[in-house]
């Protein structure tokens, strides 16, 4: 079998085994958010934080539980990090300087997982584990649970309560997040990859010396960090590494798990507003942006001109000789569609084409199918930029699954698509306008531009990647990173959870024969258009001075 077609093979059969467990785990997730009884072990948590999980929130309540649990999260995580050489099991490392300990705990309670420091040679197993590790299970709980209250804002009517932010955090965790990553966890052990708490050891010689490796619970913080959308590696070279991902088949599994629960979080949203219908037609729009991403990004790596490149069978720079380009291309796309930022191979030795596509990816706003929660909510929100968009076409008021769209409602979602590009292109521009910054870059022109501008569209986006060659782990980007996370992850939860007030205190509108059918196949087609059109009016400008230059040159 040749190498497109082994990659084509990998991608139907990813397809295939996301369409089987769409269903069921999707309805189950719409239960889980749905039910009034709660477990036991739920109890007792509910008890030891002082939460009540039967009374109901507005938006406003919904939003300070938010912001309250991911401060302590922050403040819980920066403190670890600065005591970490007093701690046991820290493997003899010292403890994270402030710029650095700031920047991993904005990270990981964002679900960014940017890594300016490589783990192993930084991090010891009580940070890795206690909180590192804690903070994947959290941060992916808190996006889903702001997703599940937008969807409640659109399933309710004449009320302004969304539901109960820490009953929806505990039973993300507790119901879908920790089984899924358990059974994940079992399998990739299975597989070769490394799960246990052994200190520092030496491997072999190379090159006249020896090479020391130190273990951890790798497996089971792998699991999370890709059902989580999460993406930080135990090691430095994350999802490259044989001891997080040691075959092809964890490979494609690792890449399963990064997309399934976004997925099928389009099956909760349409059990949950009564037609799983309009869950078919976001999941359309999703499918329909991944694959084609996904196949543009194979023909630009598989498309190699000269011998080195034909007798590779495709550009191999910086890609694992294992999985080879179309897996290496699958992935990539996968990481940069949601906010996972797990690589395989680095961003930075793809084509100049293909680098300007896992940039896209993430300026897309994380959405095809984006981050866990956060790639369904800001699907939703330009759900209601494309009936904004149809309603002036055909001079209608619009409505979305009986809501109007009125002004309040479009203010709140213009707001929410404008703040991350604007944090993108300020910190981009301050960064390269500087005298000091630009000394980070590894390469001068539009690959060192890329370098950049790749930085902070991963952290303002929560994705997490890197596009290498930048060194990040200095005082101006640890802090600007760490802030465009904290920006980037909070600021549009505050219009999300506006709108899915405002939402659902509306009253219903009856469907008309002028309603515009939002589950049929012509609204899927605009609302890849508004996507597309949107991030293009943004971000054109500042791709042509990156990886749009640098493919064409």
């Known amino acids: 079998m040749g190498p497109v077609l082994a990659g084509v093979a990998q991608l139907l059969a990813l397809m295939a085994a996301l369409a089987l467990v769409y269903v069921p785990l999707g309805t189950y997730m719409a239960r889980v958010y749905s039910s009034d009884r709660h477990w036991r072990v739920e109890r007792w948590i509910y008890k030891g934080i002082g939460a009540n999980p039967d009374a109901e929130m507005r938006w406003a309540a919904y939003l300070r539980g938010v912001l309250a649990f991911s401060a302590a999260g922050v403040l819980f ?17 010292s403890s994270i300087e402030p710029a650095q300990a700031f920047n991993t705990a904005a990270s990981f309670v964002t679900n960014t997982n940017w890594q300016s420091y490589s783990g192993e040679q930084a991090m010891g ?9 804690v903070q994947n299970f959290v941060s992916a709980a808190v996006g889903m649970a702001v997703a599940v209250a937008l969807v409640r804002g659109f399933a309710r009517s004449r009320t302004g309560e969304l539901g109960n932010f820490w009953a929806d955090l505990v039973r993300g965790t507790v119901r879908v997040l920790v089984p899924v990553a358990a059974v994940a966890a079992v399998v990739l052990v299975a597989c070769g990859a490394l799960q ?48 997080e991902n040691p075959t092809p088949f964890t490979n494609l599994f690792e ?36 694959a084609g991403f996904a196949a543009l990004m194979m023909w630009t790596e598989f498309a190699h001109h000269g011998p080195a ?54 300026m897309l706003g994380e959405i095809a199918p984006g981050g866990v929660g956060s790639g369904l909510y800001g699907m939703l929100i330009m759900a209601i930029i494309a009936v904004f968009i149809a309603g ?37 521009s301050a960064s390269l306008a500087l005298p000091t910054p630009p000394h980070s870059m590894l390469n001068s022109g539009a690959h060192g531009f890329s370098e950049v501008l790749y930085a902070f569209t991963s952290a303002s986006n929560n994705n997490g990647s890197a596009f290498a060659g930048l060194n990040a782990n200095t005082d101006w980007f640890n802090t600007t990173t760490g802030l465009a996370m904290l920006l980037g992850r909070f600021l549009p939860m505050i219009f999300v959870l506006a709108l899915a007030g405002s ?51």
């Open 125 to 133: 197993h009580v940070v890795q584990t206690a909180g590192l590790a």
């Open 309 to 362: 490149l034909q007798a590779a069978g495709g550009a191999m720079e910086g890609k694992e000789a294992r999985f080879g380009v179309g897996a290496s291309s699958i992935f990539a796309v996968s990481t940069t569609l949601t906010s996972t930022g797990a690589v395989d191979s680095f961003h930075s030795s793809f084509t100049g084409l293909g680098g300007g596509i896992t940039m896209l990816g993430m």
């Open 392 to 428: 002036l076409m055909v001079g209608r008021t619009p409505e979305y699954l009986g809501k109007k769209i009125g002004s309040r409602e479009i203010k709140l979602a213009a707001c929410y698509i404008l703040i991350t590009p604007a944090l993108v292109l300020v910190f981009t």
């Open 503 to 553: 939402l659902a205190g509306q009253r219903p509108v009856p469907a008309t024969a002028g309603t515009l059918r939002t589950e049929k196949p012509l609204f899927s087609g605009l609302l890849v258009g508004a996507i597309l059109i949107v991030t293009g009016l943004t971000y054109f400008p500042a791709l042509a001075l990156g990886p749009l230059a640098e493919g064409l040159a």
């Open 77 to 93: 995580l920066y403190l670890l990090q600065r005591l970490q050489g007093s701690l046991p099991g820290s493997l003899g490392f």
């Open 196 to 243: 246990n708490f052994s200190g520092i050891h030496e491997v072999g010689q190379f090159m006249g010396g020896s090479q020391a490796w130190n273990g951890g619970a790798v497996a089971s913080q792998e699991a999370i960090k890709e059902l989580g959308t999460n993406g930080g590696g135990y090691f430095n070279a994350n999802s490259a590494h044989p001891f």
């Open 255 to 290: 890449i399963f798990l990064i997309l399934v629960i976004p997925l099928s979080l389009t099956r909760t949203f349409g059990v949950m507003v009564g037609s799983v219908k309009q869950g078919y037609a976001i999941l359309a729009t999703m499918v329909t942006i991944w």
